[in-house]
């Protein structure tokens, strides 16, 4: 069955360094997204990815974060300068269609910054 | 604003036990929902969602949802909890025009023999 991709599995950090979090998604997939997940709190959206711009991103997604379609398979998150309250669980997605919410998440990559 | 509530943070129930787990939402249409799960040290996987139709839907492992309109629920439920069900989960709504879903806190199932 085919599944969302994510390295690394755990990275930890210095504050003030950056980190590129890296995606597979599905490959017939046109939609991608990045969540994140502090710990004990809610699942939050970050940002939504649709050809090769980004189509919506909420208020966490700051100037420190970007994203990108590098080549044909993979879908990145960079944090530019890393701060403590950016440890989290990153989680991408994939979608087929945008309107019905029906996302396919990989396992997540925990980022710890130090 | 939009909003996905799971009152429960945490709940505790017995092997073969039935379960249910609450979900709110506050939207200003019905928005698709969803339930998802998550096992420890894995990623979110859809048990099931509604859409529109038939009010009661049915999941993988054996859970199904009730969606009721008239109190902005949508319930998630299982006949017989299996010691495998312990994890987390969280309740989703995405309002139908946007790719983005809410999420609710989620709710932490624990399960003893």
């Known amino acids: 069955e085919p599944e969302v991709t994510q390295t690394p599995s755990h990275q930890v950090t210095q504050m003030g360094q950056e980190v590129i979090l890296r995606c597979v998604p599905i490959s017939n997939h046109l939609y991608f997204y990045w969540y994140r997940q502090i710990l004990g709190q809610k699942v939050e959206f970050l940002v939504s990815?649709?050809?090769?711009?980004?189509?919506?991103k909420s208020e966490i997604f700051d100037d420190q974060f970007s994203v990108e379609r590098p080549d044909g398979s993979n879908f990145t998150l960079k944090i530019r300068s890393t701060k403590l309250e950016d440890s989290a669980m990153y989680f991408c997605?994939?979608?087929?269609?945008?309107?019905?919410?029906?996302?396919?998440f990989g396992e997540g990559s925990r980022l710890t910054v130090l | 604003a939009q909003s996905v509530t799971q009152p429960d943070i945490h709940i505790t129930v017995s092997e073969g036990a039935s379960l249910e787990l609450r979900c709110n939402y506050s939207y200003g249409a019905t928005p698709y929902l969803f339930w998802y799960v998550q096992s420890p040290g894995q990623g979110l996987q859809l048990l099931l969602k509604y859409f529109s139709g038939d009010t009661l839907v049915q999941g993988i492992k054996g859970f199904e949802a009730e969606f009721k309109r008239s109190q902005s629920s949508f319930n998630l439920r299982k006949p017989s909890v299996h010691w495998s069900d312990a994890a987390e989960y969280f309740c989703?709504?995405?309002?139908?025009?946007?790719?983005?879903?809410?999420f609710g806190k989620g709710t932490k199932l624990s399960v003893k023999p």
């Open positions: 997605a994939s979608s087929e269609r945008r309107d019905t919410g029906e996302l396919f």
């Open positions: 989703a709504a995405n309002g139908g025009s946007q790719g983005n879903l809410i």
């Open positions: 990815f649709y050809n090769n711009e980004i189509s919506e």
